[in-house]
Every structure is written in C-alpha cells, then in structure tokens.
C-alpha cells in the first residue's frame, strides 16, 4: 500500500533529517577539537624531556642517567596511576564536590563521539598529572633512592587527581566558588612545588652542600648548554601547555587559544629580559648567568599560566617580569641564602613562586569581557572589587593546605618502611652518591668525566700550592700536562693515545695522593 504523504511526514522527515545534520555537525566539531587536544596532549608529554634535560645540566656530573629514568618513571607509574585512580578522582561521574566517583579504569562505549571524547579527554589530563608529579624530580635530584620516586610517582598522581576535580570538573568545589586557573598555574605548578619543597624538608640536602664542608664548586652547574636546550623544549612545549587548556577550536575556543599563545610568549620575553638584568645586577655587571636566566623565563610561564586566558597583551609583560624576579628571589636570596634548603633546579621558585604569583595575578587583572574568558568577575585592577581576588587566595590556600597534609604521611611512611627506624625516616628515603649512575643503575663512567674531574683537582691544588713548594708544582705540572693532552687525542681522534694517558693520569693520581700522605717525596 502506498504511503500517503502529508504534512505530518514531511515534518518527520525534517525532524530526521535536523537530527542527521545536528549529529554531523557534533560529529565535525568534535573531530576538529579532538585534533587540537590530542596534537596539545602530545606537545605537552615531550616537555619531560625538557624537565630531564634541565635537570642534567642543574645537577652535577654523573647522574644523567638517573635523572631521565625518574622523567621515564613519572609517565609508567603515573600513566598506571591516572588509569586505575586518577581519572575517576578527577573526572569521573557520579561526582561530589570533592572527588569523582566512577571511571576508574576508563573504557569508551558503544557510542563512537562519546568514546572519543572520553579518550581525547584522558590523554590531555595525564600529560597535566604527570607534568605536576615532575616538578619534585628536580627538588630532590642526586639524592632519593630510585624505588622510593618510583612510588612517589605513583602517589602523587592520585594526589594531584583530587586538585584536578576542585578546579576544573563539573561540579568541583573550587571552580563552582569561582577560582580561576585556566592552564594549572595552581592546580599543576604550585599543587607540584609544594610537593616539592615538602621532599626537600624530609629529604635534606646533599652533603657539605651548606656546612662549609665542600667547596662551592662542588655543587655547580654540570652542563648549561643543557639547561639551555632543556629550557627551548619546555618553551616550546608550553604553547601546547596554555593554548591547548581550551580543549578545542570550535566555536570562539580557537579565539581564546590564540590570546593564550601571545600572551604565553610576551610572559616569557619580557621574564627572559628582567632576569639578564637581574643576574648581570646580582653579579656587579661581570656575568648573565643561564641559570638565572632559565628559571627567569620559566617563572614567567608559570605565572602566564593561570592568566594567559583573560589577560591583555601589555599586561602579560607586567605578569611575566614580575614572575620572573620572584622565581629568582626565591631560588636564590630565601631558599639558598635564608633558609639554606638545597633546590638543584630552582623549582621551588619557579613553580611555586610563579603559580602563587598567577593566581593572586588573575585578582588584578582578569578582564571578565574578553570573548571566552569563562569568568564571572573582572580583577581588581579592571573594577571588578576584591571579590575574584579572595576567590584566587581561596585557591591557593586549599591546594596548598592538600599538599602539606598528604605528603608528610607519604615521606614518612615510606622512609620508616625502608629504613626500618621510625625516628629517622630520612635513611630509608636517601641514597646519595658523589655520582647516582653507576652505583645505583650500573653504568660505566665515562673516561671525560675523569678528564674534567682531574682538572678541576689540578686547578683546585694550583690554588692551593705555595710559591716555594717546587716539590708539588712538578708534580702538579704532569697533571695538567696530562689533562691537556687528553683533551687534545679527544678532539682529535687518537683515541689509543687517549687511552694510554687515561692510564697514566691513573698513576698520577696514585703519585699525588701518595705525595700528599707523605708516602714519597720528590
């Protein structure tokens, strides 16, 4: 029988046809903003390459290889832990105000956009969680046994997990009050450095590091070259860091994206700048130092962090060299002079120097009328009152306030597990050597780092060695007549000549030690 066609069918069939197209374009709007996030989460997972390559050149010689396991630890422990925990904590429904309650273990369903959702979803909230556990790595470098960051970095992505939910899920206490912190100046940075500074108090320093027992030298910069390198990858890497917390390009998110980026970028500029004038001021004109310079440029993309998203472009500058000058006044006059709390990195000033900063920023600067700024109150400085800045130091009250109640616990219960006293946990959670790589993972050292260490003793003892101790300067002349020849068969390739000397810089050590314990005389 044929069908009868009225206007009731054509409606239908309308009706059909809007749902069709309403679905494609959901469909098409989800594919684009999938690309964006996923692109972001991949840029942003190769800032640990970055955070190890910053962290080799901070510490000292030998412990390469223990540093970039610990970046390679953040992401196995945390990618398990953000798996079976981490994601339900954060995002999972049902959900209070404090915590998720389902997901765990995240599975998409039937539905294909809905799967795709949930997965673009977890990459991108992994590469945030691992990217706050990474920040300790540097507080406690050369120092904590390899086993006990393992678990930590287990831990602090459940941790981190429950910061997550508050700011930013549906429904999270902290974002329904009002807080804003659009890229984890907060929620990452500071949620991390306090973490951080906790591992240095249960931790320690490394020794001689403030006794006066070792020289300074000791504890220098091993490679700047490769802070600076690590420095360009986490720049970088920022850009997918801010840009990408839009969660897509649909609609006017791409707007907001691009404002992020500029103003990510003037932050850094205007920090890089104010730290080579800090650190040329710091050191009566003679030096600009690349480590101050590093942390100046970080500390203002921390700070940019949280403000990147409703901020002006001349007010980013202001954002950025403020940033700056707290991250290096915290590293190097509160934590080093004041405190004398060993930070080889300076990611206490960094991250939370520079979050603070962001955040109590965002009080005085948010402009609620800028096209997807996602706020309610406009900063102090653009009328909005004092009410989104008592909001902001809400914020950072409560994330700190997590941080220093569930880290204790975990330092001391893992310290007292591995050093079976219960009043020294700080045995069971060090394991310090003058070098971690080949007494804690095995690796064979290599023959330049005896170069450099016998010239630094040669030019140690020339310091030391009077005018009238011929005896010792003949001495002390074969070793540096080794070393420089060393380094001349290096470069040029002689590597059996290499070799032989290496042997006999070995006998030079035996003779000047013997000399010096008055075994012989010459």
Request: charged residues 15%; contains cysteine; glycine residues 12%.
């Amino acid at each position: 029988m044929e069908e009868t066609f009225t206007c009731d069918t054509f409606r239908n069939s309308c009706d059909d046809l809007d749902a069709i197209l309403s679905i494609n374009r959901y469909n098409e709007q989800w594919k684009d903003d999938a690309t964006w996030i996923l692109t972001s989460s991949f840029v942003i997972l190769t800032m640990q390459s970055g955070f190890g390559l910053l962290e080799i050149g901070a510490s000292t010689a030998g412990n390469e290889v223990n540093t970039m396991l610990k970046n390679v630890a953040d992401i196995l422990f945390g990618a398990l832990a953000f798996y079976c925990v981490g994601f339900g904590v954060a995002y999972g429904e049902p959900s209070n105000f404090f915590m998720g309650l389902g997901d765990f273990f995240p599975e998409g369903d039937e539905v294909a956009v809905e799967s795709g959702i949930l997965y673009a979803r977890y990459l991108f909230q992994l590469s945030f969680a691992a990217t706050s556990a990474t920040i300790v790595s540097g507080c406690i470098a050369m120092r904590m046994r390899f086993i006990v960051y393992c678990i930590f970095a287990f831990y602090a992505v459940v941790i981190y997990s429950f910061v997550a939910h508050w700011v930013w899920a549906p429904g999270g206490w902290l974002g329904d009050l009002g807080f804003h912190d659009f890229a984890g100046g907060a929620a990452v940075h500071l949620h991390g450095a306090v973490n951080g500074f906790v591992a240095i108090l249960f931790v320690g320093s490394r020794r001689g590091r403030f006794d006066g027992s070792r020289p300074e030298s000791d504890f220098e910069e091993s490679s700047p070259i490769s802070m600076l390198f690590g420095l360009f990858m986490l720049w970088w890497g920022w850009i997918g860091f801010n840009c990408g917390s839009t969660f897509g390009i649909a609609n006017d998110k791409w707007i907001v994206a691009a404002r992020a980026g500029v103003n990510t970028l003037n932050a850094s500029s205007a920090g890089g700048i104010v730290a080579m004038i800090y650190t040329a001021i710091r050191s009566g004109g003679k030096y600009v130092h690349p480590s101050d310079v590093v942390n100046g440029i970080l500390g203002a993309l921390v700070a940019s962090s949280p403000t990147c998203a409703t901020s002006h472009g001349y007010e980013s500058l202001v954002i950025g060299a403020v940033g700056s000058l707290i991250a290096n006044w915290v590293n190097n006059t509160l934590m080093k002079e004041r405190l004398h709390l060993d930070d080889p990195v300076g990611a206490i000033g960094v991250h939370l120097g520079g979050g603070l900063w962001g955040c109590i920023a965002v009080g005085l600067f948010a402009d609620a009328s800028l096209p997807g700024a996602g706020i309610d109150n406009s900063g102090l400085f653009r009328g909005g009152g004092f009410e989104l800045m008592g909001k902001q130091l809400i914020g950072i009250a409560a994330i700190s306030a997590w941080s220093l109640l569930t880290m204790p616990p975990f330092f001391y219960i893992v310290g007292v597990l591995f050093s079976r006293d219960w009043k020294n946990p700080r045995l069971g959670l060090r394991h310090e050597y003058d070098k971690m790589d080949p007494n804690v993972h095995g690796c064979t050292e290599d023959p330049t780092d005896k170069i450099n260490e016998m010239i630094r003793l040669a030019l140690a003892l020339r310091d030391q060695t009077h005018i009238g101790d011929k005896s010792r300067v003949g001495v002390l002349t074969g070793m540096t007549d080794v070393s420089g020849s060393y380094r001349h068969n290096l470069s040029t390739g002689n590597l059996s000549a290499t070799a032989e000397e290496y042997a006999d810089s070995k006998r030079q050590d035996t003779v000047l030690e013997e000399y010096d314990s008055g075994e012989i005389s010459c």
